[in-house]
């Protein structure tokens, strides 16, 4: 996929944006009392369903190539950050398949992806 040269805020900021929008279009029908989704808001949710993918894909690959806690670069073979001392090791060992449709680390029990609700369909590691 083809990202954007964006920041991680810029996305988020975006994503509330669109959150925004279809939160009004969606009250909008409600007072109407029209249950049937609009071709406007299904447009939204599906733009929002792209940011999230962006915003999993720019946290991936903070998480798996950068401390997670003050990402800092780390060495393939690091047990702990040389910058703060995280225990990179431990904690990436606690994320050991990422999400087949946004690439997001998830833990081995978890069965949907917290970042884009997609059903986990295989069992891919983070090592490099």
Do not use: W
Request: glycine share 6%; net charge neutral; with cysteine.
């Amino acid at each position: 996929m083809a990202t954007e040269n964006v920041s991680l805020n810029e996305l988020k900021e975006k994503r509330i944006n669109l959150l925004v929008a279809l939160g009004e279009e969606t009250h909008g029908e409600v007072r109407k009392q029209n249950t049937n989704l609009t071709e406007k808001m299904k447009k939204l949710s599906q733009e929002i369903q792209k940011i999230d993918v962006q915003i999993g894909t720019l946290i991936n690959q903070v998480n798996i190539g950068c401390c997670p806690k003050c990402q800092a670069s780390l060495d393939t073979e690091a047990l702990f950050c040389n910058q703060c001392g995280f225990a990179v090791k431990e904690y990436f060992a606690t994320y050991v398949k990422k999400c087949s449709f946004c690439g997001n680390p998830m833990k081995e029990n978890e069965r949907f992806c917290i970042n884009c609700g997609e059903k986990d369909k295989n069992q891919t590691t983070l090592e490099k």
